[in-house]
Nanobody
Framework: QVQLVESGGGLVQAGGSLRLSCVASGRTFSRYAMGWFRQAPGKEREFVAAISWTGGDIDYADSVKGRFTISRDNAKNTMYLQMNSLKPEDTAVYHC????????????????????WGQGTQVTVSS
């Protein structure tokens, strides 16, 4: 069992930055591929970014490429999402997710591929 706890959300003006963190506990963090997803009111959960357990393979949604950076520190059992140049359309609850993998290069962009989820942290971007 893996427990995930997000933090770092808040209210920021358009053009600003936030750094989200996701701390994992319960199992060996480094054997898990991780991802960030977000859900805005009235919308379906959507993929934001994913990272393999080594951190060497990364994927981003087109809407955040060039603005968001995903990273992880396996020694600290923590994954991060640095969000720059935020836009009002980035407003959502951001969730981190984890799934046990066999291969170091594996990462996933579909929510259904993930086993464990955090409760989420609210990000609000004002115009």
């Amino acid at each position: 069992q893996v427990q995930l706890v997000e933090s770092g959300g808040g209210l920021v003006q358009a053009g600003g930055s936030l750094r989200l963190s996701c701390v994992a506990s319960g199992r060996t963090f480094s054997r898990y591929a991780m991802g960030w997803f977000r859900q805005a009111p009235g919308k379906e959960r959507e993929f934001v970014a994913a990272i393999s357990w080594t951190g060497g393979d990364i994927d981003y949604a087109d809407s955040v490429k060039g603005r968001f950076t995903i990273s992880r520190d396996n020694a600290k059992n923590t994954m991060y999402l640095q969000m720059n140049s935020l836009k009002p359309e980035d407003t959502a609850v951001y969730h981190c997710a984890a799934v046990s993998v066999t291969y170091s290069f594996s990462f996933y962009s579909r929510a259904d591929d993930y086993t464990y989820w955090g409760q989420g942290t609210q990000v609000t971007v004002s115009s």
